[in-house]
């Protein structure tokens, strides 16, 4: 059971970017639904604040669960979780601004620019987190629930 624990991280990882990632696909959606439902821009504005709580949430348990304890294990990371954590930075301003978008009653075109930039930054984010850290994580010792590790997902 122990070996489970530790084989598990990596796995966990990848299963929270597809959940992450099916959360954009929904709520790109919702948007290309909107013209023709009456419910549409409350139906957009609940998956763009539920993927948007999810990204950002992801993303700060990793700073304060995930990175610090793969950080202690493998200081030679510490370069490559400097730049995740940017990532993170900059990506909650994507986000931010994406939330605002929807909340005003921001057009189609508007919002799909938006989520375009999200998710070429998140896209570019996984990617590189699956390919510099997974190995990693495979043998990382960490006492922690998914949900404190990796977020609300």
């Known amino acids: 059971m122990e070996a489970d624990r530790l084989i598990a991280w990596d796995a966990e990882l990848r299963a929270a970017h597809t959940r992450l990632r099916a959360a954009l696909a929904a709520t790109r959606e919702a ?27 992801h993303h700060r348990s990793e700073d304060h669960a995930l990175f610090p304890a793969l950080r202690a294990e493998h200081p030679e990371l510490s370069d490559k979780i400097d730049k995740l954590m940017q990532d993170h930075s900059m990506l909650s301003h994507l986000l931010g601004a994406l939330r605002g978008a929807v909340e005003s009653g921001a057009d189609a075109e508007t919002i799909e620019g938006h989520l375009d930039g999200v998710n070429a930054i998140m896209e570019s984010h996984f990617r590189f987190e699956e390919r510099e850290i997974l190995e990693p994580l495979r043998t990382l010792a960490l006492d922690a629930s998914v949900h404190e590790v990796l977020g609300p997902l």
Do not use: K, N
């Open 31 to 57: 948007l290309d639904s909107g013209e023709d439902a009456p419910d549409a821009a409350s139906d957009l504005a609940l998956f763009c604040i539920g993927f948007c709580t999810a990204l950002d949430g």
